[in-house]
């Protein structure tokens, strides 16, 4: 049979993903002994690329008895197509070295899309440099992968440079160059380029609301989604829903989350495994675990992101049993754990008191998935051993650890030894915080007590006049809620509300039923050098009270309030959350800067550490 049918066969084998007539075609011409015609065997190495038969193809590569061009360039764009970009870059010197290629467009193309994916700039300028020099210079195609590159890597600006150049750019060029800008956050450069798109079709708007979203600019991002719907553009792929939802979890936008998720179910894409992921991660931040869960249980199809996203979901939310209980099934169902994975679990160990399965699943994670730790988890196995007391070991894991631990590592083992009463470590670690001149006012506080329950008064003074020597500057603190289509923030101290005079009768109320129960405020929380009953009315105006005091009085009785709030929960107001869920027998659920509370029945899901 002539070559040509040959060829003709591997094409149809490619185009529907054939790999048992792949295989049979191969071991067919081993037998003929037509393999050495370079065209047959780079046609064979292109169609296991498509097929994703990574190994089979680097044995046909490694097994060829002459390489071209081609032959590298469709090896390298399949090593990219498997996402193993670095085995990209470490394969091409071989290039050279073994059969005296230089590259060629094609090569240069697979090499900037292997940079671009590693964010990998360094070498990116490398092969940007050796492209220049080389015949192939004024290559749009590869100037377009060079746009995409520089975007991927925050260099938007030398993205523009090479995108000025091309003189005819294709959409993938423009998208790259709009996504780049809008990642940045630099909205008016992005918006200016999208204008001049020629055809703004769906892919030119998924560029320009995944970069805002990116950036954290999700409100703008969800106008113009709301404009490109408006505008009857097809969503014909389900990538801008998936950035849609994103915005919606990272805004907590719950209501706005579940619109999508219609918007998902009416266009068809429930079964898109991506998509799910991104509503699973939704549910769970916006704090409805319930349907979270549904989500997940739909699937017909679950990745580790999918495991992880829900495993992840419970441990913040507190389920610590939940959490363990769905790792131990994901590894049942053959699906292996990331890193991301392993942040989750020994978080949720940390909850529960879990020291030994947590120490477990550190050890597991560098001995059975050869994980290296990174801060993150060392994080939360000395949160987990501060907690439960284990105070010596977590010093001696700070002493093993190759990172050096961050503020927030050093307040919760100095908080850790408040709890248990032990002076002298906490001295220890109260010296390792503030010799890192915090930033975080709070810190300033938890330093000052300590110092002042050892009798060091002059330590204790000197955190506090730091707290203006350093000029730290605390954030306005501000918390919103939404509830239906309604959504309201609230600035601590507000006083203009309209509702001002019902939202501070009802605190009244409240107020007078806490101290009924106990309460007594803890001015401690407060920073200015007032007197005592001026700094009750600082804590008395904080934004999560009059958020959940709004909430009580427009919100349907026996619903959950959520509130979202930029700054971490003061002790104060921790304590006051709970004995209002109690009083008016509501489950009040608030994520702030660092972990998400349940308070429900005069309990909170943080177990009174965070």
């Not at 550190?362 to 439960?388: N, W």
């Not at 009785?557 to 709030?565: D, L, N, S």
């Amino acid at each position: 049979m002539p070559i040509l049918h040959y060829l003709h066969q591997l094409q149809n084998c490619a185009k529907h993903r054939s790999i048992v007539s792949t295989k049979q075609l191969h071991a067919h011409f081993i037998r003929l002994g037509v393999t050495q015609f370079l065209a047959l065997s780079n046609t064979l190495l292109n169609v296991y690329g498509k097929c994703s038969l990574l190994q089979d193809a680097l044995q046909l590569f490694d097994e060829m008895p002459q390489r071209d061009h081609v032959s590298w360039a469709t090896f390298l764009t399949t090593q990219n197509q498997a996402n193993l970009p670095d085995k990209t870059l470490s394969m091409f010197p071989a290039m050279f070295s073994l059969d005296r290629l230089l590259p060629d467009d094609f090569v240069f193309a697979s090499l900037v899309k292997a940079c671009g994916s590693l964010g990998a700039i360094k070498q990116g300028k490398q092969v940007h440099g050796n492209f220049l020099v080389s015949p192939y210079f004024d290559d749009d195609v590869v100037k377009s992968s060079l746009v995409d590159m520089y975007a991927k890597c925050g260099l938007p600006d030398d993205s523009r440079l090479v995108f000025d150049s091309i003189k005819l750019k294709n959409m993938a060029s423009w998208t790259a160059i709009i996504y780049g800008y809008a990642r940045k956050g630099r909205k008016e450069e992005a918006l200016e380029l999208f204008l001049r798109v020629p055809l703004k079709i769906l892919f030119a708007w998924t560029a320009l609301i995944s970069g805002l979203i990116q950036s954290a600019n999700g409100v703008d991002a969800f106008g113009l989604f709301v404009k490109m719907r408006r505008q009857g553009i097809s969503i014909i792929d389900p990538l801008v829903l998936s950035s849609i939802v994103g915005a919606s979890a990272n805004l907590a936008m719950l209501e706005l989350g579940k619109q999508v998720h219609g918007l998902v179910i009416q266009l068809g894409y429930e079964s898109c495994m991506f998509i799910s992921n991104a509503l699973v991660d939704m549910y769970a931040k916006c704090s409805d675990m319930s349907a979270a869960r549904d989500v997940f249980s739909r699937m017909s199809r679950r990745d580790v992101v999918s495991w992880t996203s829900i495993i992840v979901g419970a441990a913040q939310h507190g389920q610590a049993e939940e959490a363990l209980s769905l790792y131990d099934n994901m590894i049942l169902n053959g699906v292996k754990p990331n890193e991301v994975t392993f942040v989750g679990l020994i978080y949720a160990c940390s909850h529960v008191g879990l020291v030994n399965r947590g120490r477990e699943l550190f050890k597991s994670m560098v001995e059975d998935y050869g994980i290296h730790p990174s801060l993150q988890h060392y994080t939360c196995l000395l949160d987990l051993l501060g907690r439960s007391g284990h105070l010596e070991e977590a010093e001696s894991v700070i002493n093993l650890m190759p990172f050096k631990p961050d503020e927030p590592t050093w307040a919760a083992l100095l908080s850790a030894c408040k709890q248990y009463r032990n002076a002298k470590m906490a001295i220890k670690f109260a010296d390792h915080l503030f010799s890192l001149k915090p930033e975080e006012p709070s810190t300033y506080i938890l330093l000052s007590n300590t110092y002042a329950s050892s009798g060091l008064w002059e330590h204790a003074s000197k955190a506090r006049q730091l707290l203006e020597s350093l000029e730290v500057r605390k954030e306005p603190g501000y918390s919103y809620i939404y509830f239906g289509k309604e959504s309201q923030m609230f600035y601590a101290g507000e006083t203009s509300h309209p509702m001002k005079d019902k939202i501070f009768g009802l605190l009244n109320e409240l107020a007078v039923e806490m101290r009924r129960r106990g309460y007594v405020p803890d001015t401690s929380y407060i920073l200015h050098n007032t007197d005592h009953q001026e700094k009750e009315r600082q804590l008395f105006w904080h934004s999560e009270r009059l958020a959940i005091a709004y909430g009580l009085l427009k919100s349907v009785p026996g619903t959950v309030i959520r509130i979202v709030k930029n700054l971490r929960v003061c002790g104060d107001c921790h304590t006051v959350l709970k004995l209002i869920s109690d009083i008016v027998q509501r489950e009040i659920v608030v994520r702030d800067a660092k972990r998400y509370h349940h308070f429900k029945g005069g309990k909170c899901s943080c177990n009174d550490f965070w």
